[in-house]
Each structure stands twice: as structure tokens, then as C-alpha cells.
């Protein structure tokens, strides 16, 4: 299995709003049926061409004859935590499966939790996700379908208004699928977010960052997690090949739109990063960035041997990083009786692929 899977031509969700139209030229059609096309699959949510009801019936033959399909995932299983987060299970057409969450955040208004690989190559040492090393990518279709599939087992009235891609996988080593997915995501016939309401995070990955900036003006978020170079690699290992140097000086040459921080994540591991002496030092290493620093206390799971910080250290930590009149919040922990919250995301999936250095 190769981690960059076989994007089939004839499946809807995978195509551009232009391969579309050039489809409906070829066929005979008006332009503008490739936008009735492309509302019905992204906004309506249609799986298959009989329900687009409003195109002509000899339209949708031609397209079932020519082998057209409509979405290439299936929802399994849907786990709901006390909290009323939501984790769904997406199985994907060659059988492996991701895992996307639905994050309550006020009334009436989740935030989704996306996922651009099954599995991730970067092995950092708190979270589930890179324990299970990387069997694939994503395609575009692949992460637009979580959306389309969250949308459907939301409460009644309830809407999707943030997608964060902070599920499994590491985004921006599978960065065209990512950026292409942002299409049918933020176009105004397609799901249309603003790109305002669309956060990337990633754990370093110094030249895509750099590639994002001059890509799309998406809200970026940063997998910190210390305060210095010792500990970072320890923890992730993407480190040793991006140090905090680097990143910093990508971080500082980034083109942030107008009134826009960077997001800071800061996973704090009991008796590793979580300090006063480090949030002196992660104060140090940020200063003149325009960001936003959430704190995340570790979400357990068997194997790696942290522990959750004491609750007094991580007020502490906070009210350290505030007297240096930075934003910080405290991601209060949701979805931890299902494992939907940070880091718990996956299962094992297999085969593997060996990922070397040189593919990130």
C-alpha cells in the first residue's frame, strides 16, 4: 500500500467545480448544470445521482453509465460522550477507517475535528494517533466527506461553524490534498466557510508552513508543546529535523492576515514541560509573535508513562504566561469517556507503511 492512495477520476467529490463543467460541455450540457452538480454533493449532501432531483433524468444516466459515483466514505459507528461530543467513524472504500469529532461549543454550534491521514509518521510521544505510525493519506474527497457526514448527525438545529484539520494524521504532510480540500470547503457552492473559520495546526513542518502562508489564508496552529529544544526532542521527534530555531524564524516570516494570531497548542505533560521554569522560557522563545497560547493538560491513554499535570500547575503555568500579557486560555477536555479528546484519536490500522525522512 502506498501512503498516497489512487484518486479515482469518475467520483464527483473528488472533482473540481471546473472538471466538472468541462464534464457537462462534453456531455452536451449547459454550464450551469455543473453548479447544480456541485451544490447538491457539498451543500444538500446527496451520496448518490438519483437524488439530485432537479437535474434532467437523461443527465443522471449518462453519468451512472460513464461509471460516476457520489462520495467514496460510509459512517460507522457514532460515539456520543456525556459532554455531548460526538465521535464518528469514517470507513473508507479500501477498508481502513479515521475518526473525526464533533466539539460542542456553545448553543446550538460544534466545532469539527478533521482528519488528513489515516495514521501519522511523526511518532510524537503524547499522542495515540502517532503511536500508530502512517498506512495512508487522505484524498480531498476523503476529508471534505467528514463534513458532509458530520452535518448529518448533528442535533436538530445545530450547526458546524469552525473545522479545525486537528484529527489523526499530521496536515501538512499531506498538504495538496489538504489545500484542495479547502475548496469545496470555502467556496460559496460548496459548504462555504470562510477561510476565517478554518484552522490548520501542525506539529512543525517547517518549508509547508512556509508553502501555506502563500497558499491560503487560513488560521494556523502551531503543535509546541516546550519550551526548548531538549525537551521537544524528546517528545517529537520532527524536532531534530525542524529545531525550535527554524520554526520560530518560519513562524516570524509567516504572512498572518490582519487581526489574526497564530494559535500556540501547549500539551502540558506532568513533571516534563509544565513548570514555572518553563513557562518562563516558553515566554521567552514566543515573544513578538502574535499568537494565542491554549494550554492542553495531557489526555491519558496506556503505553507512554505521562501523567496529567496537577491542576495547580497548570493555573500556574497560565497565570505566568498572562502576567507577560499573553492571550491563554485552558482547552477544557471533552469527549475523554470515548476517546475524542486530544491526542486519543484512532486504532491501529494495517498494513503499515515505512515512512523515511526523506517522504516528510
Not at 438519483?50 to 462520495?71: I, N, S
Not at 478554518?198 to 502562508?213: A, C, F, H, K, N
Not at 529545531?243 to 504572512?255: D, I, S, T, V
Amino acid at each position: 500500500m502506498s501512503i498516497r492512495p489512487t484518486i479515482p477520476e469518475r467520483n464527483i467529490t473528488e472533482m473540481s467545480l471546473d472538471a466538472i463543467q468541462t464534464l457537462m460541455e462534453e456531455l452536451g450540457q449547459p454550464r450551469y448544470r455543473a453548479g447544480q452538480i456541485y451544490r447538491w454533493v457539498f451543500q444538500r449532501g446527496a451520496r448518490s445521482l438519483d437524488e439530485m432531483t432537479d437535474l434532467p433524468k437523461t443527465l443522471r444516466g449518462q453519468l451512472a453509465e460513464q461509471g460516476y459515483t457520489v462520495g467514496r466514505v460510509n459512517l460507522g459507528k457514532v460515539a456520543e460522550s456525556v459532554d455531548g461530543t460526538r465521535k464518528l467513524a469514517v470507513h473508507l472504500d479500501d477498508g481502513a477507517a479515521v475518526e473525526t469529532v464533533l466539539i460542542p461549543m456553545g448553543e446550538n454550534q460544534f466545532t469539527q475535528c478533521l482528519s488528513s491521514q489515516v495514521g501519522c509518521a511523526l511518532d510524537c510521544q503524547f499522542c495515540f494517533t502517532g503511536t500508530m505510525g502512517l498506512s495512508r493519506h487522505l484524498t480531498s474527497g476523503e476529508i471534505v466527506d467528514q463534513v458532509i457526514l458530520g452535518r448529518q448527525v448533528l442535533p436538530e438545529g445545530a450547526r458546524i461553524s469552525h473545522l479545525v484539520y486537528m484529527g489523526m494524521g499530521e496536515p501538512l504532510h499531506n498538504f495538496d490534498a489538504v489545500v484542495s480540500s479547502l475548496t469545496p470547503i470555502c467556496h460559496k457552492d460548496g459548504l462555504g466557510y470562510s477561510h476565517r473559520r478554518v484552522t490548520i495546526s501542525t506539529s512543525g513542518l517547517v518549508p509547508q508552513i512556509e508553502r501555506l502562508g502563500q497558499t491560503v489564508p487560513v488560521n494556523l496552529a502551531i503543535s509546541l508543546n516546550a519550551p526548548n529544544d531538549e525537551i521537544r526532542n524528546e517528545i517529537m521527534p520532527i524536532n531534530k529535523r525542524y529545531n525550535l530555531k527554524k520554526l520560530m524564524e518560519a513562524l516570524r516570516e509567516y504572512p498572518l492576515p490582519p487581526r489574526r494570531k497564530m494559535t500556540m497548542e501547549y500539551v502540558l505533560l506532568g513533571g516534563v514541560n509544565d513548570s514555572a521554569e518553563h513557562a518562563h522560557e516558553l515566554a521567552r522563545l514566543l515573544k513578538g509573535l502574535s499568537v494565542r497560547i491554549n494550554l492542553i493538560p495531557w489526555n491519558p491513554f496506556s503505553g507512554p508513562g505521562y501523567d496529567r499535570p496537577a491542576e495547580e500547575n497548570v493555573r500556574a503555568f497560565q497565570d505566568i504566561l498572562l502576567r507577560k500579557r499573553y492571550t491563554v486560555t485552558v482547552r477544557v477536555t471533552k469527549g475523554l469517556d470515548i476517546d475524542a479528546a486530544c491526542g486519543q484519536l484512532g486504532e491501529r490500522p494495517d498494513p503499515l507503511v515505512q515512512v523515511t525522512e526523506g517522504d516528510i
